[in-house]
């Protein structure tokens, strides 16, 4: 892999702290982005512990379920139940990494490293590619956390490799490999973000090691009906359905402009509430810097400019699979 360029990495480093002067990504046409009302940067951090303990209250219920039920219908109801709240609670996660949630740093990795943890998605390295997404969306140095294989989307088995995305487990097994020997990630060139990405594997390794082996003593199957089974059957593939509007299909490789290679999709409130605003992508794209509580009003000053609005999400996952909506290389 072709190590990035140092100084380019510098003056990026300096601007992904999800502050005003942000670093943004290329946009077409007048760019008024720097003089966004100052109000759209205010900051609700009991807004957003208000949908992180709805979550984890949510996730407590369908594991007290399983816990004291034991039934087999309850316990599929929980587990779907308990999964998809795994991966909502990524979605929250993606607020943190922007320090969108709240005013320290230090409590924005720490929920955010809880939101993260059922799946193992590490906050500082999703933090860390994910800053780097926005900054260079619309140039072929792009590339995403979670980056999905979108080819052959047309056929159901094609959809469900792509949503069940087995290879990204791979690149978590890598990474708790280098952590328990104490490497650094060598695709990570800013240090400091390499050494937390590195302790947030080994605490994922070690919870790992205790619940296998507290599973093993006691022959009990809980974590595998708490744990693996709804992080591997159901929040990975409901991940993957709140991600692929995002940019499928849109040329996000070598079209420098914000405002057409992002998609909003037009959602009722639980897709709004399940996406924790995901579904107004190209507000969030075309400043990052605003966190998510201001989002849907960004989004009102800049409707009339945006190229690609769904009309639901339905409608778009019926065209994807229908063919109508397809990866295209555009490299």
Same mark, same amino acid.
Request: glycine residues 6%.
């Given at each position: 892999?072709?190590?990035?360029?140092?100084?380019?990495?510098?003056?990026?480093?300096?601007?992904?702290?999800?502050?005003?002067?942000?670093?943004?990504?290329?946009?077409?046409?007048?760019?008024?982005?720097?003089?966004?009302?100052?109000?759209?940067?205010?900051?609700?951090?009991?807004?957003?512990?208000?949908?992180?303990?709805?979550?984890?209250?949510?996730?407590?219920?369908?594991?007290?379920?399983?816990?004291?039920?034991?039934?087999?219908?309850? &316990?599929?109801?929980?587990? /779907? *139940?308990?999964?998809?709240?795994? #991966?909502? =609670?990524?979605?929250?996660?993606?607020?943190? +990494?922007?320090?969108?949630?709240?005013?320290?740093?230090?409590?924005?990795?720490?929920?955010?490293?809880?939101?993260?943890?059922?799946?193992?998605?590490?906050?500082?390295?999703?933090?860390?590619?994910?800053?780097?997404?926005?900054?260079?969306?619309?140039?072929?140095?792009?590339?995403?956390?979670?980056?999905?294989?979108?080819?052959?989307?047309?056929?159901?088995?094609?959809?469900?490799?792509?949503?069940?995305?087995?290879?990204?487990?791979?690149?978590?097994?890598?990474?708790?490999?280098?952590?328990?020997?104490?490497?650094?990630?060598?695709?990570?060139?800013?240090?400091?973000?390499?050494?937390?990405?590195?302790?947030?594997?080994?605490?994922?390794?070690?919870?790992?090691?205790? &619940?296998?082996?507290?599973? /093993? *003593?006691?022959?009990?199957?809980? #974590?595998? =009906?708490?744990?693996?089974?709804?992080?591997? +059957?159901?929040?990975?593939?409901?991940?993957?359905?709140?991600?692929?509007?995002?940019?499928?299909?849109?040329?996000?490789?070598?079209?420098?402009?914000?405002?057409?290679?992002?998609?909003?999709?037009?959602?009722?409130?639980?897709?709004?509430?399940?996406?924790?605003?995901?579904?107004?992508?190209?507000?969030?794209?075309?400043?990052?810097?605003?966190?998510?509580?201001?989002?849907?009003?960004?989004?009102?000053?800049?409707?009339?400019?945006?190229?690609?609005?769904?009309?639901?999400?339905?409608?778009?996952?019926?065209?994807?699979?229908?063919?109508?909506?397809?990866?295209?290389?555009?490299?």
């Amino acid at each position: 892999m072709k190590k990035p360029d140092t100084a380019v990495h510098d003056t990026i480093d300096d601007h992904l702290d999800g502050a005003e002067d942000v670093l943004l990504a290329p946009i077409q046409g007048p760019d008024s982005r720097r003089q966004l009302p100052t109000e759209l940067f205010a900051k609700r951090p009991w807004r957003f512990t208000m949908k992180f303990l709805m979550a984890f209250l949510i996730v407590a219920a369908t594991w007290t379920v399983v816990i004291t039920t034991q039934q087999w219908w309850t &316990t599929v109801v929980s587990v /779907i *139940a308990m999964g998809m709240m795994y #991966a909502h =609670l990524v979605t929250l996660q993606h607020e943190c +990494l922007h320090e969108h949630a709240y005013r320290r740093r230090w409590v924005n990795r720490l929920v955010g490293f809880m939101c993260g943890l059922f799946v193992l998605s590490s906050y500082s390295h999703f933090k860390y590619e994910h800053l780097r997404h926005h900054a260079f969306l619309g140039t072929p140095k792009n590339q995403e956390f979670f980056n999905y294989r979108f080819n052959d989307l047309g056929t159901p088995l094609g959809f469900a490799l792509c949503a069940f995305h087995p290879g990204r487990y791979l690149n978590v097994a890598k990474g708790l490999g280098r952590s328990v020997i104490w490497q650094l990630d060598p695709s990570v060139t800013k240090i400091r973000s390499a050494k937390k990405i590195r302790t947030e594997y080994a605490t994922f390794a070690v919870i790992i090691i205790a &619940t296998t082996m507290i599973s /093993i *003593a006691t022959a009990s199957p809980l #974590a595998l =009906l708490l744990w693996a089974l709804p992080a591997l +059957l159901i929040a990975e593939p409901a991940h993957f359905l709140i991600e692929l509007p995002e940019h499928f299909g849109l040329n996000s490789q070598t079209d420098p402009d914000v405002l057409s290679n992002t998609r909003t999709v037009r959602a009722g409130w639980f897709g709004k509430w399940y996406t924790n605003g995901n579904d107004l992508h190209t507000a969030h794209h075309y400043h990052q810097g605003v966190p998510m509580v201001n989002v849907p009003e960004l989004h009102e000053m800049i409707e009339n400019r945006i190229v690609t609005i769904e009309s639901s999400y339905f409608s778009f996952y019926r065209d994807v699979i229908k063919g109508r909506i397809r990866h295209q290389d555009f490299s």
